[in-house]
């Protein structure tokens, strides 16, 4: 079987320094879900009970140990639950990302059942970086800037990808031409040197 899209996003979100992820299953994500039992002890998915406390609990990581915190919901419903969760991050500026399922792209628009605007949704509480997913091409890029955003700005970030994508062939590096964007993992939180007199 080839790599997926799901599990190229998990792949990058590792490279990222990421161990563990919050999330709750349900049928928009059923792609990261497969990918999650093919990485194995790589990556590991803690499941609440309900997809809130997904939210809480990747601000809880991110207040506790300084990292990103990651969270996974399914679409509609399970989406709108993180909205509480990531409010407590984005007031407390925690570094947290959200990974959001979505309705398959040919129904985007149908009214398909519960399906939501999730860009609007999500615009406020990550209104330093909201986007969905269309292409395999773009999920690199996408992961490097939520993550690099969300640690950078000390804020809440969110990352849609439709679940028809999700088990599409992953595209890990995107083709050298114009009109592709290119970015890599890594950043280095800033270093506060004290004065040579406090020494």
Not at 173 to 182: A, L, N, S
Request: with cysteine.
């Amino acid at each position: 079987m080839s790599r997926t899209v799901a599990d190229h996003l998990l792949e990058r979100l590792s490279g990222w320094g990421v161990k563990r992820i919050y999330g709750y299953p349900g049928d928009g994500i059923l792609g990261l879900m497969g990918a999650f039992d093919r990485a194995g002890d790589r990556l590991e998915l803690v499941r609440p009970r309900h997809e809130e406390m997904s939210a809480f609990m990747a601000c809880a990581h991110a207040k506790f140990t300084g990292e990103v915190g990651v969270c996974l919901a399914t679409s509609g419903p399970g989406a709108i639950h993180l909205l509480n969760g990531l409010y407590d991050a984005k007031l407390d500026h925690q570094p947290v990302v959200a990974i959001v399922g979505q309705q398959a792209r040919a129904g985007l628009g149908g009214s398909y059942q519960q399906e939501v605007d999730l860009v609007s949704l999500f615009k406020d509480v990550a209104h330093e970086y909201v986007h969905m997913a269309t292409d395999a091409a773009q999920v690199r890029h996408l992961v490097d800037r939520a993550v690099r955003t969300a640690l950078s700005e000390r804020a809440v970030t969110c990352l849609i990808v439709p679940n028809d994508l999700q088990t599409e062939e992953a595209v890990e590096e995107p083709p050298r031409e114009h009109g592709t964007v290119h970015s890599g993992s890594g950043w280095s939180p800033p270093r506060i040197l004290p004065e040579d007199d406090d020494l």
